[in-house]
């Protein structure tokens, strides 16, 4: 699953919802002293100094020579990454070329990573499967990708401007529903939440147009994953099993939670950094469909395999040549010439060569698998750690598309441009404070949308810059427009383009995000609402911190309190407001803050914490503001200093602003529903 920061909202928020997969540029490891990733073993095979060269000019993609590429890389990758261990599986036309461990899956036990043996967690590449299920279905007559979903279900989802929810919406990401976050991951077994009662404990809004506009969701995956089980008559975990698993030969591999005994002995470890030694706990997810496979890296191989042969592996087959051909080639336009979203897989062609693919984040393990369809080649990679500074994300980049770069390489060719006075006016069009699709929107979790929009940037040269797209070492891209209202990444063949009507650009997306999430732009006003955050908390705490220091100040000079009778009186409420106001408010942001950073929150274990914060603010933030009118009301029509009547105003609007963003955010409220 794509988790917050990464499983969740890698890309739902600026500030959290990141698509935490897939950022440019190589990595360019540094030195580092006794690197965790063991070296090669002696008798490993060594690649021929000139390897044999396609007749286009690139390197014949063998299994000595990939497996010298990948020992040139992923070592010091993840020694620069401090990354602990991974697994790499690389096929082609129907065999295993590569499959190779990196480094350590238990580091304090130094346990090396073994591909046909060590588990990964491939977070939402697990979605491929679910896919996968639905499509068999599909081609059994069994469901239907464009009937109601409702006529599946014993619960009812409801539809949206007379629209229900079908399962090529799910497919493509394109249901409409916000971000859905609660229980999404625990590392307490007995807070798992059986599938139908996880879908049944909240359903989230359809927020956008169905069909129309892409916001990745785990919910809608979730979904379909239900309906499979309730179409087959099986559970999920026995429906993988009998009709995906054991026809390719996966027998160590399982969505099951807790994992069966065997397999959880040679599950890999997870860490945030190599470096800490600390090993995480399993990560449990209640949505099981959108993200809870754990599976070695050949069986991974065999899953690749018979997706690049239409459905077969082998004698045996999961799916009908043409069902996998409609899986693969349906697309879901984004916009303009950007890649697409097919039935379940991110279309990513690159070099001229076709491509489809999936990534998926846990907490701990990052993983990206790359189907070229044309070529026959398919490439499976998975770390075990977050690694520092996104550097999970940098190296699957990196990874692929040198990998695609090596070979299968395009044909250089000339990048067309735009006059110079057309780039700067559609840069300057552009340019603008915006607001990603995939976000949580009817519920307190989306005051987060208030700390992290996302903004873009002219630059005098008529390029333009996007804060949050930013490359290997840390900087914004800057991105050139090669053709109206389409920009390319200086430094990599990405693409931004954006949707225009009447003149003014509504939304864009960028490549890699371009298949499940798009930018729409906000008004002026909301696009302030961070900025007048910020500035309404500061004039709280100010009146706070101004309150003892006064005292003091009184006390120390042995000077007399001036005010008296109803002034006295609004003068010693209004601070008690302002503390208390900035305590609610305080709270609720501490609280979302720290659910984005730190996903085990978001247990149902802090449903009361929620609930108390929520009530809290219910009460305070309209008393406040009601006590903060009154203060200035009283202080405007006295006979006071200017200063303080200015500061009494400011009081009041701060206090009423607040007020404003917990109704408009649902902060105020009762339920932990997000």
Not at 426 to 439: C, V
Request: hydrophobic share 50%; with cysteine; glycine share 8%.
């Amino acid at each position: 699953m794509r988790v917050i920061p990464t499983f969740l909202f890698a890309g739902l928020l600026a500030a959290g919802v990141a698509f935490a997969a897939t950022q440019d540029a190589a990595i360019t490891p540094a030195p580092v002293a006794a690197p965790l990733t063991p070296a090669a073993p002696v008798d490993a095979p060594v690649a021929d100094a000139q390897p044999p060269v396609a007749p286009g000019g690139a390197p014949v993609l063998s299994a000595a020579d990939a497996e010298a590429w990948m020992d040139g890389f992923l070592p010091y990758a993840l020694a620069a990454g401090d990354i602990a261990g991974a697994v790499v599986v690389v096929v082609k036309d129907g065999e295993v070329l590569l499959e190779k461990g990196y480094g350590y899956a238990d580091v304090a036990a130094r346990t090396p990573v073994d591909p046909a043996a060590t588990l990964f967690r491939p977070g939402s590449v697990s979605k491929l499967f679910t896919w996968t299920a639905v499509m068999q279905l599909v081609e059994q007559g069994k469901l239907d990708l464009d009937a109601d979903v409702n006529q599946y279900l014993d619960f009812e989802i409801p539809a949206r401007d007379g629209t229900p929810v079908t399962l090529r919406q799910a497919m493509t990401h394109t249901t409409g529903f916000e971000e859905q976050v609660r229980a999404l991951i625990t590392a307490d077994p007995d807070e798992i939440t059986p599938l139908g009662a996880a879908l049944k404990h909240w359903t989230p809004e359809r927020i956008h147009v169905p069909g129309a506009t892409p916001a990745y969701s785990n919910y809608a995956t979730a979904l379909a994953g239900y309906i499979v089980e309730r179409v087959s008559g099986e559970s999920f975990d026995d429906y993988i099993e009998r009709h995906i698993f054991q026809p390719l030969g996966m027998t160590r591999s399982s969505f099951r939670q807790p994992l069966p005994a065997p397999l959880l002995a040679a599950m890999s470890m997870g860490y945030s950094k190599a470096s800490d030694g600390e090993a995480k706990p399993y990560e449990f997810i209640s949505l099981a469909p959108a993200g809870s496979l754990a599976a070695t890296g050949a069986d991974m191989g065999r899953f690749m395999i018979a997706h690049l042969q239409d459905g077969a592996f082998g004698d045996a087959r999961i799916l009908g040549a043409d069902t996998a051909r409609q899986m693969h080639s349906t697309g879901q336009a984004s916009i303009g010439p950007l890649n697409r979203m097919m039935l379940g897989f991110y279309e990513t062609s690159v070099n001229g060569h076709r491509a489809i693919s999936h990534g998926g984040d846990t907490q701990w393990f990052h993983s990206d698998l790359q189907l070229f369809l044309d070529d026959g080649i398919g490439l499976f990679v998975s770390m075990n750690s977050s690694g520092r500074d996104g550097a999970t994300g940098h190296i699957r980049y990196a990874l692929s598309r040198g990998f695609a770069d090596r070979y299968l390489p395009g044909t250089p060719g000339q990048t067309p441009g735009v006059p110079e006075a057309d780039a700067k006016a559609h840069a300057q069009q552009i340019a603008g404070t915006y607001t990603s699709s995939r976000r949580p929107d009817s519920n307190f979790l989306s005051l987060a949308n208030v700390l992290g929009p996302v903004k873009v940037v002219a630059n005098e040269d008529g390029t333009i810059t996007v804060a949050m797209a930013t490359g290997a070492a840390g900087a914004p891209k800057q991105w050139r427009e090669v053709a109206p209202y389409v920009w390319q990444d200086r430094d990599s063949t990405d693409r931004l383009a954006a949707d225009v009507v009447d003149g003014q650009v509504v939304r864009f997306t960028m490549e890699p995000y371009a298949p499940i999430m798009v930018f729409e732009r906000i008004s002026a006003w909301r696009a302030l609402a961070m900025p007048l955050l910020v500035a309404s908390l500061v004039v709280l705490l100010l009146t706070v911190v101004a309150w003892p220091v006064s005292a003091l100040v009184r006390r120390y000079y042995g000077a007399p309190y001036r005010l008296a009778g109803t002034d006295a009186r609004a003068h010693r409420l209004v601070r008690i407001a302002a503390l208390l106001v900035l305590l609610a408010m305080g709270a609720a942001l501490a609280l979302v803050v720290g659910m984005l950073s730190n996903l085990a929150m978001t247990s149902p274990d802090t449903d009361g914490l929620i609930i108390a914060v929520r009530l809290f603010a219910t009460v305070v933030l309209p008393l406040g503001a009601a006590v903060a009118v009154w203060n200035a009301w009283q202080v405007l029509r006295g006979r006071r200093r200017v200063l303080a009547k200015l500061w009494a105003l400011l009081l009041a609007l701060a206090c009423l602003f607040l007020l404003w963003i917990g109704i408009a955010q649902h902060v105020i409220g009762f339920g932990a529903n997000y």
